[in-house]
């Protein structure tokens, strides 16, 4: 299909940007909405007059729906859309993106969404919606689900559909919450993310860096120990991926540990892990978590994150993790590549 798509692009150019065009305007309107048109001149750097044009013409063809709370797609739309993600993702040169990172990474399979979500929420919204696509891929009613927190998480959980009947069995936060934040805490997304597949859940109220007497006395806990059980069934675990010395920040390490983790160049930080540039981990809060000596043993891995600002805190996760799915963006995966070729 690839070549063929080659060849349409060498006959008719203008008619292959010109469909680009138009694909890349539907898909942003279903990424963002109910929106505005402004949302979406925003979010493509396209004239507000092009973008008018579009969705002149979608509206008549019954793609779009027009309302005063904005504009939504419609279910011929949404078929439209979905039909067409491989040929686009081909056409736009994403598909040979992503097989060669995977490749650079050595890693099982990489997804990647137009942009950087350093600054687009379009891109933010596309890495949610590609994860979701493929955890519904591999999940059924006997899994276990592990998530962490974080505002990938959060995109991925926004992106899950209400379904109808059971997608998995259970639903656990991949460790103990942190920050302030309620609703970017791995509890809350596992809740919310159990309601939307019809599942069951468990929590972890806990806090990281506890005193080691303190933490073996929580996991003693009926509640505690009943959900320490449950991650220990995980087969499935959504991981986001954060810059190691911001985390530790976040997670308020004392400052001996901090100073030690920038002295030794820590670039990436997951699940209570964090890593230098190699891949090696440095540290591991005092914290429930998922191991990460464990996770080669789980049947899916998908980890979501992107921005050229996380490149270096991507790559350096991928090395403990080859058997994992990584969802990224544009941004992060050509700044991976330049500093592998550096």
Request: proline share 2%.
């Given at each position: 299909m690839e070549d063929k798509l080659q060849l349409i692009r060498k006959i008719a150019p203008d008619l292959t940007e010109e469909m680009i065009k138009r694909y890349r305007v539907l898909k942003t309107v279903?990424?963002?909405?109910?929106?505005?048109?402004?949302?979406?001149?925003?979010?493509?750097?396209?004239?507000?007059?092009?973008?008018?044009?579009?969705?002149?013409?979608?509206?008549?063809?019954?793609?779009?729906?027009?309302?005063?709370?904005?504009?939504?797609v419609t279910d011929?739309?949404?078929?439209?859309?979905?039909?067409?993600?491989?040929?686009f993702s081909i056409?736009?040169?994403?598909?040979?993106?992503?097989?060669?990172?995977?490749?650079?990474?050595?890693?099982?399979?990489?997804?990647?969404?137009?942009?950087?979500?350093?600054?687009?929420?379009r891109s933010r919204k596309e890495m949610g919606q590609l994860a979701m696509r493929r955890l519904?891929?591999?999940?059924?009613?006997?899994?276990c689900i592990a998530i962490t927190g974080g505002t990938a998480m959060e995109d991925l959980v926004l992106a899950a559909p209400e379904m109808s009947k059971?997608?998995?069995?259970?639903?656990?936060?991949?460790?103990?919450?942190?920050?302030?934040?309620?609703?970017?805490?791995?509890?809350t997304l596992a809740v919310q993310l159990a309601e939307k597949l019809q599942a069951d859940y468990r929590l972890l109220h806990l806090p990281d860096n506890l005193s080691e007497t303190a933490l073996e006395e929580m996991k003693k806990q009926p509640e505690i120990s009943e959900t320490i059980q449950e991650m220990e069934k995980a087969n499935i675990l959504l991981l986001g991926v954060g810059n190691a010395l911001d985390m530790a920040e976040k997670r308020r390490l004392d400052e001996e540990i901090r100073i030690y983790l920038a002295e030794?160049?820590?670039?990436?930080?997951?699940?209570?892990?964090?890593?230098?540039?190699?891949?090696?981990v440095l540290y591991k809060t005092r914290s429930i978590a998922i191991d990460f000596n464990e996770i080669d043993n789980m049947d899916e891995v998908i980890v979501v994150a992107g921005g050229e600002k996380k490149a270096e805190s991507i790559f350096?996760?991928?090395?403990?993790?080859?058997?994992?799915?990584f969802v990224t963006d544009e941004g992060a995966a050509l700044k991976i590549i330049e500093l592998l070729e550096a």
């Amino acid at each position: 299909m690839e070549d063929k798509l080659q060849l349409i692009r060498k006959i008719a150019p203008d008619l292959t940007e010109e469909m680009i065009k138009r694909y890349r305007v539907l898909k942003t309107v279903r990424l963002l909405q109910p929106c505005g048109r402004r949302m979406v001149v925003l979010a493509l750097g396209m004239t507000e007059r092009t973008v008018r044009s579009e969705i002149e013409r979608f509206s008549v063809q019954k793609l779009v729906q027009v309302s005063k709370t904005g504009m939504t797609v419609t279910d011929e739309g949404m078929e439209v859309l979905d039909g067409l993600d491989t040929i686009f993702s081909i056409m736009t040169g994403l598909s040979v993106l992503e097989e060669k990172l995977a490749k650079r990474l050595g890693v099982k399979r990489v997804l990647i969404a137009q942009g950087d979500a350093d600054v687009s929420e379009r891109s933010r919204k596309e890495m949610g919606q590609l994860a979701m696509r493929r955890l519904l891929e591999k999940t059924d009613e006997k899994s276990c689900i592990a998530i962490t927190g974080g505002t990938a998480m959060e995109d991925l959980v926004l992106a899950a559909p209400e379904m109808s009947k059971p997608m998995a069995k259970m639903i656990v936060p991949a460790r103990g919450s942190i920050g302030r934040k309620m609703e970017l805490q791995a509890d809350t997304l596992a809740v919310q993310l159990a309601e939307k597949l019809q599942a069951d859940y468990r929590l972890l109220h806990l806090p990281d860096n506890l005193s080691e007497t303190a933490l073996e006395e929580m996991k003693k806990q009926p509640e505690i120990s009943e959900t320490i059980q449950e991650m220990e069934k995980a087969n499935i675990l959504l991981l986001g991926v954060g810059n190691a010395l911001d985390m530790a920040e976040k997670r308020r390490l004392d400052e001996e540990i901090r100073i030690y983790l920038a002295e030794q160049e820590a670039v990436a930080e997951a699940c209570g892990y964090y890593f230098n540039k190699s891949g090696e981990v440095l540290y591991k809060t005092r914290s429930i978590a998922i191991d990460f000596n464990e996770i080669d043993n789980m049947d899916e891995v998908i980890v979501v994150a992107g921005g050229e600002k996380k490149a270096e805190s991507i790559f350096a996760v991928s090395q403990s993790i080859p058997g994992g799915v990584f969802v990224t963006d544009e941004g992060a995966a050509l700044k991976i590549i330049e500093l592998l070729e550096a």
